[in-house]
Each structure stands twice: as C-alpha cells, then as structure tokens.
C-alpha cells in the first residue's frame, strides 16, 4: 500500500451508550498501530461521547446536510459534526442514495460543505447488482464520481468504492474486479484533480470481515476498508486493522 492505509467503521443505526466500550477497545487497537488510520462513523447520538474518548482513531459522521444551520428539521450541518468532535464524514452512502433519494449533485454539495467545516470526506460510489450484469459497473461508477466529486481540489478526500450487491450480503467482488474498478477510479481521479489525485485513497467496502481483509487490502490502488457490520465489535474490527498493519510492515 502506498497511501497509509484507512480502516473506517460505518456503524449505521447501530450503537447506544453502553455500546461506546467497544469504541473504546477499537481506539486502543488503533494506538497499537500509529501506521494505520482508523476512524469510525457511529449514529450521531454518539458522536460527542465518542470523539471525547478517542486518543488514536478519528470520529466521523455518516452523513451531513449541505447548509450550514437553518429550517431542516432532523438534519445536521458539518459545523455542528466538527463542534461535537468529528473529524470526517461519509456522503453520499448508497443506503442514502437509494433510501433518501440523494443524487450526485446532493452528494457534492455535502461534500462541499463538509470540506468547507474542515471535515475529511469519504465519498461512496458503487453500482448495483444489474448495472454489473449489464457491463456497465466502471460507467456507472465514473458517472458518479464526475457528478459528486467536489471540483475545488483533493484535499482531505478518500473515496469509498461499494457495490451495492455486495453491501451487509456477504458477497464480495473478485479480486480482479476490485482491482480494474480502483484502477478505472483512480484514473478518473487524476483525469479529474491531476496529480493531487494519485493521493486520494480508495476504500474498499462491502462485506469487508476478518477472513477476507487481507486479501482485498492487498489489491493494488484498495488503500484502506470501508466496514459496516464486521466494525461493530472491537474483536471483528481489530482483526481487519491488523490485516492493514501487517501489509504495510510485510
Ligand atoms: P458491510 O457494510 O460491511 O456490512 O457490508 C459496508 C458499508 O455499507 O459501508
């Protein structure tokens, strides 16, 4: 891995209080392994009491609403994220895509003003099981990134690459698969931010667990991992940081 590698828990509807005693084993994992960075994006109700303990990993958010206060009720702005702790947030999930109707253009305002709070950003793209079948995954997920890429520069970006089929169902892509989806990503990287964009990492996500982190980190241009299930508990999640930590140190 030539970008230090990223392990990044999206906990989803998932967590209560008692539950941050596992955000603090994974934060102790995380201080093992100063070479990884390791981030998790718990519900927003948690993200104060967890940004407050963490020493090692960063907290983030799972989403961010584009304008920074105002008359949208239940939403929550990026400087409110930053306010209570967080440090990143994810945008543009595909839970969100489809659950919540957002469309690239929704997603790059997010990302706009995520960035514009001071946040990093992982932006998710990924194509579902039919756009697969019909060969048209990599233009798919290119018309993604064109649309919801923020144009103003690279920084503080990661981009989380997830098929849709493949997230919460235990199915995973071929290593080929992964490996010509990242290639054809970060070719739309540069194309888009020149060289700024061989330093944006690509995570992988979808069915990411401890059996098969090792083998999916290691394909060429995979800079980290996006985990939703496998990152609820400290020992399932700590197993795919080392994955990344052994990796590096070979
Ligand atoms: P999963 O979820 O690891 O449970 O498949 C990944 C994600 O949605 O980010």
Redesign the pocket.
């Known amino acids: 891995m030539a970008l230090r590698p990223y392990i990044v828990g999206?906990w989803?509807m998932n967590g209560l209080r008692a539950t941050l005693s596992e955000a603090r084993a994974i934060d102790r994992v995380a201080a093992r392994y100063p070479a990884v960075d390791v981030g998790i994006a718990p519900p927003f109700t948690l993200v104060h009491a967890m940004a407050e303990e963490a020493q090692a990993m960063a907290v983030g958010g799972q989403d961010v609403h584009a304008k920074p206060s105002g008359a949208f009720t239940g939403d929550i702005s990026a400087p409110m994220l930053e306010d209570a702790g967080a440090r990143f947030t994810i945008v543009g999930?595909?839970?969100r895509r489809s659950l919540h109707g957002e469309s690239d253009g929704d997603v790059q305002a997010k990302a706009v003003a995520a960035r514009a709070a001071g946040l990093g950003v992982i932006l998710?793209v990924g194509e579902t099981e039919a756009e697969r079948d019909a060969g048209q995954a990599e233009a798919v997920v290119s018309g993604q990134l064109h649309g919801s890429l923020p144009k103003e520069g690279a920084e503080g970006l990661a981009v989380?690459y997830?098929p849709v089929w493949?997230?919460?169902?235990g199915r995973v892509p071929s290593v080929e698969d992964v490996a010509a989806m990242h290639r054809a990503i970060r070719a739309d990287l540069v194309a888009i931010y020149g060289d700024a964009g061989k330093g944006v990492r690509i995570l992988y996500?979808?069915?990411?667990n401890a059996g098969n982190a090792s083998e999916l980190l290691g394909v060429a241009d995979v800079g980290g991992a996006?985990?939703?299930?496998?990152?609820l508990t400290a020992e399932s999640f700590a197993a795919i940081i080392n994955a990344a930590a052994m990796l590096i140190e070979g």
């Open positions: 999206n989803k999930h595909s839970e998710c989380a997830e493949a997230i919460g169902t996500g979808g069915s990411v996006l985990v939703g299930g496998a990152s």
